[in-house]
């Protein structure tokens, strides 16, 4: 299959192209499932979007937009109105609650979509050390993570 044949079968949302539908959704290599050459195209994405992202500012506030990624509270809503991605996902289908993989592309456990995301956070950790987002790259024992939690403003 050529990269045509797939732009093709994205824009018609794959309606016809169900061989084509079906070879992304269980052959192709998926962010995940710790795949090397697919979580660097999805750092590559990541690193593109947040320096891209850190360029601007708002014109409201004058403030520096920040990239992050959202959860559940954002991928029901959003799903419906994104259209069909060259994994396989159809048009209306429901996208990523976050940084971890699209529902269902990861198919070799826990483990190895922790590893891939563990791979953007590589990327997250040098971008905070030259002056960039604000997160943490210090290890965290599951202690200080309870302590700050228990700690938080509406536990007190």
Not at 39 to 52: G, I, K, N, S, Y
Not at 60 to 81: E, I, M
């Amino acid at each position: 299959m050529g990269v045509e044949d797939l732009v093709e079968a994205v824009h018609t949302n794959f309606e016809g192209h169900l061989k084509t539908s079906m070879l992304m959704r269980n052959k192709a290599s998926k962010y995940g499932n710790d795949d090397d050459e697919a979580d660097a195209v999805a750092r590559d994405l990541h690193r593109f979007w947040t320096l891209e992202t850190a360029r601007h500012e708002s014109p409201a506030t004058g403030k520096q937009y920040r990239s992050g990624y959202l959860s559940w509270n954002y991928w029901v809503c959003y799903g419906p109105r994104t259209a069909a991605t060259p994994d396989g996902r159809a048009r209306g289908r429901f996208v990523s609650n976050g940084s971890c993989p699209v529902t269902g592309k990861d198919r070799k456990g826990p483990t190895a979509n922790t590893r891939s995301v563990g791979k953007l956070a590589s990327f997250l950790r040098a971008y905070n050390e030259e002056g960039g987002t604000a997160c943490s790259s210090a290890p965290a024992t599951w202690r200080d993570r309870w302590a700050r939690w228990t700690n938080a403003p509406m536990w007190r």
